[in-house]
């Protein structure tokens, strides 16, 4: 029990830090970095409560659930790493701010 507990709080603490990096900052990688930070919260969560269900179906299913998510966090990553050099390139600056005043 006590590990869950250590467990629930680095996940509550990865989940704070991220959630300050998608609000409070504007630079465009740091909002990125800010959404894997919150994905890895969840993925703490997910092995977390897995270890303390005695079955093993719940066990693979949450191992799983996590590689997953790992892959679309990969993912997702490279697509908004690429969306923000085109960005940079075609507007010369990481500023979301600054592109926001782009819209019509």
Known sequence: MELLN???IFSMILYTIGLYCMIAKRNMIRLLLGVGILGNAANIN?????IFKDALASKFIAYTTVI???VLEA???AVGLSIILVA???YKTLDAGE???LRW
Do not use: R, T
Request: hydrophobic content about 60%; proline content about 0%.
């Open 68 to 70: 997953i998510l790992m």
């Open 99 to 101: 592109l926001k005043k």
């Open 75 to 77: 993912c997702l990553m």
């Open 46 to 50: 997910f092995i977390g409560f897995s």
């Open 6 to 8: 250590s467990l629930l």
């Open 88 to 90: 940079v390139k075609h």
